[in-house]
């Protein structure tokens, strides 16, 4: 079965530097989410995208920003990168149907992208 | 707010013990959604189980098994008959229903790293 993919799967920057993150969730799924999971750390939410549309928004410093394309896919963008930033960035992707079928509602993870930041 | 703590940082056992990782959660929400999820040193988030909150019925699943106790909000996950390939950090995670629009945000827990020896 189809999963989420992300690219790249490692990717290394220099401070100050700028790097974009690519999430296409399984196909049919309509909303992405964003974790960021630093060293040792749990996932924590950065934002999600349902229909192409915002739809909650967590601990994204503003020098983040993401949008979700017309085929679904999204992208993650960071800017002035710090050394802070280096971590493991999740996407996952749903599908949630109908309120009648919440068990649809499953998140999907996708393998992760290691960003390093020198 | 919603809150998961896994009071448990790290437990070693050998194998073929039987480990039981604690799980408890806070929310004010009546319909919730409860999740583990593994995650072994290649990284990746491998989802084990989702629970809804009016469903106290306790799983099994092979040598897994989970224990939703709603009176004291704790959502335990033991292993049976621990094996070395169980070796990884698992996470306790928590959503809230999700609405019409679909996005359901996951609080995870920080973490309780497993160590399976031979």
């Known amino acids: 079965a189809a999963g989420v993919i992300q690219s790249p799967r490692h990717l290394i920057k220099e401070k100050r530097e700028t790097a974009t993150l690519k999430c296409y969730p399984i196909p049919r799924h309509d909303t992405v989410y964003w974790y960021q999971q630093g060293p040792g750390q749990d996932p924590q939410f950065l934002i999600s995208f349902y229909e192409k549309m915002q739809s909650d928004k967590g601990s994204i410093p503003d020098r983040f920003s993401a949008q979700q394309f017309s085929d679904y896919h999204s992208e993650l963008n960071m800017s002035s990168l710090e050394l802070g930033d280096s971590a493991l960035y999740f996407c996952?992707?749903?599908?949630?149907?109908?309120?009648?079928?919440?068990?649809?509602?499953?998140?999907?993870f996708g393998p992760g992208t290691r960003l390093t930041v020198l | 707010a919603q809150k998961v703590t896994q009071a448990q940082t790290e437990i070693s056992v050998v194998e073929k013990e039987d480990v039981t990782l604690d799980c408890v959660y806070e929310?004010?929400?009546?319909?919730?959604?409860l999740f583990w999820y593994k995650q072994p040193p290649s990284g990746e988030l491998v989802f084990l189980i989702r629970r809804n909150s009016f469903d106290e019925q306790n799983e099994i699943s092979g040598r897994y098994s989970w224990n939703f106790q709603k009176s004291t909000s704790s959502f335990n996950f033991t292993i049976t008959a621990s094996q070395v390939v169980d070796s990884a950090v698992y996470f306790c995670?928590?959503?809230?229903?999700?609405?019409?629009?679909?996005?359901?945000?996951?609080?995870f827990g920080k973490g309780t790293m497993l160590l399976v020896s031979p």
């Open positions: 929310t004010r929400d009546t319909t919730y959604y």
């Open positions: 996952a992707s749903s599908f949630p149907g109908l309120a009648a079928n919440r068990k649809r509602d499953e998140q999907f």
């Open positions: 995670a928590l959503s809230r229903e999700p609405m019409n629009s679909g996005y359901s945000t996951l609080t």
